[in-house]
């Protein structure tokens, strides 16, 4: 509870800026559903021992994460507009260095002791949820080829379509050569990559629409 009340309190003018994004009112405008992404080979195998909303410390580790901390606040709505609250957000990623928690990561880049790299995090009231973590680096996936920063999420709720999708950075280079991204048209990439809504706390802003089954 006192790492939930200290990311309440550090998100800040991070928070704020993206609760003026997302609005007061809990029905937005129509929207498509969020486009499905790949799973990926490295989905955890082994749950965290310490599974709260904050990636960027291990609890019982002494050492914090390495890299930059930043903030994800994001809504799950469905393609009507309405918040979609009580859905679980399941959410992993690469560390710093571009390596993921996980047996089956070839990376040569070090694993981080300190980086939790996976947390499932409900929505709440209007359809909103927020962690803290750190920017994602990039990784080789064969010759000319490096994957840009990303996250990756699997959203579920009884009465929706499973969505597994990744969330994309603005403004990386490797999103324009990326093979995943790139399949996609260009509406489609405008719904995978957040929002920066603030600078200190650095945050961004990512909208889920899920699919009515």
């Known amino acids: 509870m006192k790492r939930r009340n200290f990311l309440l309190h550090t998100a800040g003018g991070g928070l704020a800026a993206a609760g003026t994004a997302l609005g007061a009112n809990r029905v937005s405008p129509p929207q ?3 486009p499905s992404e790949v799973q990926g080979p490295f989905y955890p195998v082994f749950a965290p ?3 709260d909303f904050d990636l960027t410390q291990v609890e019982g580790y002494p050492v914090q994460a390495q890299g930059r901390p930043i903030f994800i606040s994001g809504t799950v709505q469905d393609t009507s507009g309405q918040a979609v609250e009580g ?5 992993w990623q690469a560390n710093a260095a571009g390596r993921y928690r996980h047996p089956h990561d070839r990376n040569p880049a070090p694993l981080d002791e300190g980086f939790q790299g996976w947390a499932i995090v409900p929505s709440g ?6 962690f803290r973590t750190i920017f994602p680096g990039a990784y080789p996936v064969a010759e000319g080829w490096d994957r840009p ?7 579920s709720k009884r009465g929706y379509e499973e969505l597994v999708t990744q ?7 490797l999103n324009q050569k ?3 991204l790139q399949r996609k048209s260009p509406e489609e990439q405008r719904l995978l990559i957040a929002e920066r809504v603030s600078r200190d706390p650095e945050t961004y802003l990512f909208r889920i629409t ?3 089954v």
């Open 149 to 155: 920063p990303h996250i990756h999420f699997k959203v």
């Open 32 to 34: 498509p559903a969020t």
């Open 210 to 212: 899920l699919q009515k």
């Open 125 to 130: 009231k209007a359809g909103r949820f927020r």
């Open 167 to 173: 969330m994309y950075f603005p403004g990386q280079a």
């Open 49 to 51: 021992a310490d599974q």
């Open 178 to 180: 990326d093979a995943l």
């Open 87 to 91: 859905a679980t957000v399941d959410l």
